[in-house]
């Protein structure tokens, strides 16, 4: 057995009583190597004291911690290192994350955390429950993935065909689009970016008396250019 | 009379012992660690050019008339012209209102009640009566506290002990630090700065952990220590260092255990083998003392 490998239990049962979510929950407690766990919380710094406090210990076992501070303090990276890698990192959020292809308002943060939902996890010592985005909030978040690099990461699409499949999507019973439009809007426009131009409405009509009168002459010219080129490209195949 | 009794939340105070009042020192040190509701967090001594100017810096701020003051400061002018100012944590204000008419002011309790004892006990005395010549001073609010570090030479004023790194619980006089590593290193590769000189006039001499005076207090002589504190405290020295805080600390650290939990030894990168302590002098040389070999230590960048 590998044993440079991070329990995570040890790290979640002690902070039953703290106010956090994990973003993206994929196999916990399990983890792959280099992968990291997204977690919004109020208190940044004191998240963060109580991973050193429940992580110092692997330090003895051959880890190295290191703790880097983002954006004004308000994301901080807490990796584990073993042999120069990374072998897990916690990504701390005080705020929500900058995006570039989608805005959302400030307060979805709130939103998150407030709205959490807890999910019961067995360990070996005993079972704890974690907190993780509701319903909705994890339809939002995929969303908000999808919309910010799937033209990055095809396989994001795969959010957007989880979102379709949840049972009630489709007839409203989840209020997934209604607080999506609430909090979510389309993304300012580069001020190097042209003005779109806006067709305007013609001052005449398209079609006035004399082009009307010319029409079965120019009809029948258009058409027979129509013809003479289809049969010519048809010919080339026979 | 005290009216309208309400809390307040945790604030920054000070003492000022007066030139004449410095004999009593030690003992004014251990009335205020007695008191739990007072944490000292520095301690300067202070050389003012002249005398008058530090008596009208600290009293700029005063609620009482000019007059009041004149009078009361008079005595001052024929004091020694060093004084030490005590900054303290007041987790306890009780801020109330004292005085009346146009003494009426907004003062800490907490404050007043020790200043008071002190006053009784180390006040010249007269005809076996306590003299209103008093050898101690101390802040009505933070605002006057803000006023004197700025006074002092500390641009930030009280901000100075509010901004500080939450995740290590760093001292006040270390920043905010955006990189931190948790290692595990030999306690023979830790280097710490000493002072040579004395309170006024001193360099910083980076030596190894085990040639402080620290470690040597413990491991040949703790008049090693206390000589060394006693030079230096308030100088180069401004946290409220003590030798009975540091035989009680030998006797009782657990270091990362439960009363020391996040208070890491902090370091920055001497060299590349070598790491230069800047918090933790005191708990490395008790783990060195104790033949511990590898420490956890939290080394700072930037």
């Given at each position: 057995m590998n044993k440079f490998v991070l329990d995570l239990n040890k790290f979640f049962i002690p902070l039953k009583?703290?106010?956090?979510?994990?973003i993206k929950l994929r196999d916990f407690p399990h983890y792959s190597p280099g992968s990291d766990i997204d977690i919004f919380c109020y208190d940044i710094d004191k998240f963060a004291q109580n991973i050193l406090r429940l992580g110092k210990q692997y330090v003895y076992e051959g880890f190295e911690i290191t703790s880097h501070r983002l954006h004004n303090g308000k994301q901080i990276h807490i990796d584990f290192l073993c042999n120069g890698k990374i072998e897990f990192r916690f990504d701390l959020y005080a705020n929500l994350p900058h995006y570039n292809n989608v805005r959302i308002k400030e307060s979805y943060f709130e939103s998150v955390i407030e709205n959490r939902i807890s999910k019961e996890i067995s360990s070996e010592e005993c079972t704890y429950c974690i907190f993780i985005p509701s319903e909705v909030d994890d339809l939002i978040i995929r969303y908000v993935e999808y919309v910010e690099w799937f033209s990055q990461v095809p396989d994001k699409v795969g959010h957007v065909e989880y979102i379709m499949s949840r049972p009630g999507i489709m007839h409203g019973e989840i209020p997934f689009i209604d607080k999506l439009h609430h909090y979510i809007a389309l993304p300012e426009c580069p001020d190097n970016d042209e003005p779109v131009k806006v067709m305007k409405r013609p001052s005449k009509p398209i079609i006035n008396k004399k082009y009307f009168y010319n029409f079965p002459r120019r009809g029948y010219l258009i058409i027979r250019n129509i013809t003479r080129h289809f049969l010519k490209r048809i010919s080339s195949y026979i | 009379m005290i009216n309208n009794y309400f809390l307040e939340r945790m604030r920054y105070d000070y003492f000022l012992i007066w030139g004449h009042g410095l004999e009593y020192r030690d003992a004014i040190f251990d009335l205020i660690r007695e008191d739990n509701r007072l944490s000292i967090i520095m301690i300067l001594y202070h050389r003012p050019h002249s005398i008058t100017d530090l008596v009208d810096a600290i009293y700029s701020y005063d609620y009482a008339p000019y007059e009041h003051l004149l009078d009361k400061t008079n005595y001052l002018l024929n004091t020694p012209s060093e004084v030490i100012f005590i900054f303290v944590?007041?987790?306890?204000?009780q801020v109330d209102l004292f005085g009346?008419?146009?003494?009426r002011h907004v003062e800490s309790l907490t404050i007043k009640t020790l200043k008071e004892t002190i006053r009784n006990r180390y006040n010249p005395r007269y005809n076996g009566k306590r003299t209103e010549d008093h050898i101690i001073h101390a802040s009505d609010s933070e605002k006057q506290t803000h006023h004197i570090l700025k006074y002092l030479g500390y641009e930030k004023g009280i901000l100075l002990f509010k901004e500080y790194d939450r995740m290590l619980n760093t001292p006040y006089y270390m920043p905010i630090c955006n990189h931190i590593s948790l290692l595990n290193v030999r306690v023979d590769t830790l280097l710490c700065n000493t002072a040579r000189g004395d309170r006024y006039n001193y360099k910083i001499q980076t030596i190894p952990l085990k040639e402080s005076p620290q470690y040597k207090g413990l491991s040949v002589n703790i008049k090693i220590y206390e000589e060394y504190i006693n030079r230096f405290i308030g100088g180069p020295l401004t946290e409220d260092y003590s030798m009975k805080r540091f035989l009680d600390l030998a006797e009782k650290l657990d270091y990362l255990?439960?009363?020391?939990?996040?208070k890491y030894i902090i370091t920055t990168p001497a060299s590349p083998s070598a790491h230069l302590i800047i918090d933790g002098l005191h708990r490395a040389s008790v783990l060195a003392f104790k033949k511990v070999e590898n420490i956890i230590i939290a080394e700072i960048g930037n």
């Open positions: 009583d703290e106010i956090y979510c994990i | 944590k007041n987790h306890y204000p009346n008419g146009s003494f255990g439960l009363t020391y939990e996040d």
